[in-house]
């Protein structure tokens, strides 16, 4: 079918939406009018592949190709060298369908959400001007570390695919606000996260939590965290197993806990660097340190004087824990009350159910 010129809503824009389109001709646009366009929305067709047509609008800065059957993009599409936001939800496209030179673009909002991805292809973690990725509703297994690349990202929204895990490296975002890992198979939240300042917004719901590290409690301009559908848990036996320390770390925690001076000029520096690697035992009533040797140990927090969050503590030794009561939860009861709670004004929305 071929395309009528669609007046837009306003100066720049192309609709062309809703056609049935099989291919693109730009026959009925005048050459003034493909040059006007900045926005051309083609969603709701029945376009396989990106019409190389559409790169003959010089200036567009807005490409919508959604709904429609896309398995291929073109090479052309590197030509658009004025496209900021392309977004192409709801297609067929996988790793193999983007062209080599994708990571070249200026684009700063990308939307693949609802296609055929197993992983995200290393071009889009070229795209260094990128403020928003969606990659919702796809196959994706894993996060490549090659996104903390992508070091303009604000929204990562990852939600409803078959992720098992976050890779540390994502906590190298220094301006990322949303992050949306919803519908997945997480099983747990790296400690790493507290560095992500700019964070507002965390969606973990309905994935495999059981617990959170207690470094969440750094981020303080967290003011969303949903985590309905997860199965925190409500009472948790204290998993004892225990690692002795080697030689090599109990001379290291002696060192750093009786505050021994040392310099350069008397260790080598693969143990001046051993040294720096030490953890202070988050327990306020020790004043040890530990090193690779340590106890897993659930706290219960209060979140908004409302709910009771499960959160690992990793402690220098069993003696830093209480003995494990006969009721579980008493015990977890016993453990919350020395914990800071989190203020309501902290974390306006907390959704667990």
């Known amino acids: 079918m071929e395309p009528q010129e ?33 926005q051309l929305y083609l969603n709701y067709n029945r376009l396989t592949s990106l019409p ?9 800065r807005l490409l919508d190709i959604s709904n429609n059957g896309l398995s291929v993009v073109c090479e052309d599409i590197t030509r658009l060298t004025r496209l900021t936001t392309f977004i192409a939800k709801n ?5 193999s369908s983007l062209p080599k030179e994708f990571g070249s673009m200026q684009l700063e909002v990308l939307n ?13 973690t070229k795209l260094r001007r990128l403020q928003s990725l969606s990659f919702g509703g796809n196959r994706l297994k894993s996060i490549p570390a090659e996104i903390e690349d992508l070091t303009s990202l604000e929204l990562l929204y990852l939600g409803g695919n078959f992720i098992t895990a976050i890779p540390p490296e994502l906590a190298n975002l220094p301006y990322l606000s949303y992050l949306v890992l919803c519908d997945n198979r997480i099983q747990g939240v790296p400690p790493q996260l507290t560095r992500l300042h700019s964070l507002r917004s965390l969606s973990l719901h309905n994935n495999l939590l059981t617990y959170l590290p207690r470094e969440i409690l750094s981020l303080v301009r967290l003011q969303e965290l949903s985590l309905r559908g997860n199965p925190l848990v409500v009472r948790f036996v204290k998993d004892m197993t225990y690692d002795p320390p080697s030689l090599l770390e109990l001379a290291g925690r002696t ?7 040392y310099s350069r000029c ?26 690779d040797s340590c106890v897993r140990h659930i706290k219960f927090v209060d979140f908004c004087g409302k709910y009771r969050l499960p959160l690992m503590h990793y402690l220098c030794s069993p003696e830093c824990t209480s003995p494990c009561g006969s009721n ?21 929305r907390v959704l667990l159910g």
């Open 255 to 261: 060192v750093k806990s009786r505050n021994v001076p």
């Open 52 to 60: 190389l047509s559409v790169c003959l609008f010089s200036n567009l």
């Open 112 to 124: 693949f959400s609802g296609n055929r991805f197993e992983e995200i292809p290393l071009q889009c």
């Open 266 to 291: 008397d260790l080598p520096s693969n143990l001046l660097h051993y040294l720096d690697q030490a953890c202070k035992c988050p327990n306020p009533k020790c004043a040890g340190v530990y090193f």
């Open 6 to 38: 669609v007046a837009g809503p306003g100066d720049g824009v192309l609709d062309l939406s809703r056609l049935h389109l099989d291919t693109l001709s730009v026959d009925s646009v005048g050459d003034e009018r493909r040059n006007d366009t900045k």
């Open 91 to 95: 297609n067929r496209l996988d790793e």
């Open 328 to 348: 579980p939860q008493s015990d977890a009861d016993a453990d919350s009350d020395d914990e800071s709670s989190v203020p309501a004004a902290r974390l306006q």
